[in-house]
C-alpha cells in the first residue's frame, strides 16, 4: 500500500496555527511541531463516519477505543497495562501542568533536562512551582557524539524542595532515544531523592533509527513504576493535534487518584473526534506509520546532507534517532537574531532559546513535510547564509 506523502498542501487561508503565523509573508513555517502531511486514510473515513452520525454530546471512550491503545502498546512495546491505569487528557501540555500541581507545592522545585520542550520548564512556573534545569552534555568522544545527562550535576541540583522530575523521551528538541540504563538509573534517581517520575513520551511512535527501540520508562525500570507517569498521545505521530486527544498512564492507584484530583474542575474532557480518531490511529493506521517512518528517515538524511554540503557553520551535533525535529548548531554563524535572519530570508525557525539553549547558538528545523517543501526551505537557508 502507497500514501501520498509528497503532495505539498494548501495549509494558508485556513486555521493553521502554524501557516497563520507568517499569513502575508512569504516565510515557510517550519517551526512548531505539527507536520504538512494529511493524517491517515483510515482516521480520515473513520472521521467521516463520525461525522455522518451527526451527533456530538459529551463522549467517554468506548472499550474498542482503550483496546486500541492496549493492543498498540503491548504489540510495539510489549508494555502490558492494565486499561484502569489510563488517565484521558486534552492535550501533553495539559498533563504536564497538571502534574506540577498534583506533585509539587508552591514553592517547590521541578527538575528538567535542558534543552527541552518550552512547557517542562512553565508548567511549574504557572502555578507557583519553581523550574529548576540542568543542561546535557555533549560527549563529542562517543563515536558518534551524543548528547548526555550530567549525572553529576544533576544530584547537586535536588534540595529539599525537589518533589518532580520531567523526562522527554524521545527527546525534542535532541531528537535522541535514551537507553535502557539510562532510563534504569533515572528511575533509581528518582526512587532515591523520593522524586515522582514524568515522561513524555508523545514522540514514541517517531523512532527513525529502527536499531533503537522505544523503551517505557516505567516497564524498564518496573520496581519504580508506582512512582512514573507516562504521557502519550497520537497526536505527532498521525498529525491530529488539533484534536486535542492524550493520555497518562499511571500505575499506581494513589497516584493515580492524586492526578485525577488535580484535573478537577479545570481540564476539559476529551472530545468524541479525539476517541474516534485515536481509535483509528492505534488499531487502523499502522501500515500509515510505517510509510511515514520511510518518508522520515528520507527527509532526515536529505537535510543531513545538505546541511554538510550547503551549508558552512551550520551543524546537526548528534544524530537524529527520533522525531521529526533536528537541533541545529548555527553558532559559528554570530547572528544577533538568527530567527530574524532567516525568517528576512523566507524561512520560520524555532529559536533555541526557548528550550534553553544560550541565545544565537541553536535553531530548531521541523522536517515532516514534503520534500518539495524541505528543499526549498534549505535553499532559502543557503541564500541566508551567504547573505550574512
Known sequence: MSFDFDTVPQRLGTDSQKWQKYAGQDILPLWVADMDFRSSPAILAALHERVEHGIFGYARPTKATVDAVVNALASRYGWTIDPAWIVWL????????????????????????????????????NSGRVSVTVPFTLNATSTPARWEIDWPALEKAVTPRTKLFFLCNPHNPLARVFRREELVRLAEFCARHDLVLC???????????????????????????ARTITLMAPSKTYNVPGLGTSFAIIPDAALRARFVRATVGIVAEVTTLGFTACEAAYRDSEPWRQE?????RGNRDFLLDFIARELPGVSVEAPIEATYLAWLNIAPLDLADPIAHFEKHGVGLSDGAFFGSPRGRHVRI?????????????????????AR
Not at 514534503?370 to 551567504?386: Q, V
Open 292 to 296: 511515514l517512518l520511510a518518508t522520515l
Open 366 to 386: 521541523n522536517f515532516g513535510c514534503p520534500r518539495a517543501t524541505l528543499t526549498e526551505a534549505l535553499r532559502r537557508m543557503k541564500t541566508a547564509l551567504a
Open 199 to 225: 515522561s513524555d513520551e508523545i514522540h514514541c511512535d517517531l523512532i527513525l533509527d529502527s536499531a533503537l527501540p522505544h523503551l517505557p520508562t516505567a516497564l524498564v525500570a518496573p520496581d519504580h513504576a
Open 90 to 125: 486534552p492535550g501533553l501540555v495539559c498533563g504536564l501542568n497538571v502534574t506540577a500541581q498534583a506533585f509539587a507545592q508552591p514553592g517547590d522545585e521541578v527538575l528538567a533536562l535542558t534543552p527541552v520542550y518550552p512547557p517542562f520548564m512553565t508548567a511549574p512556573k
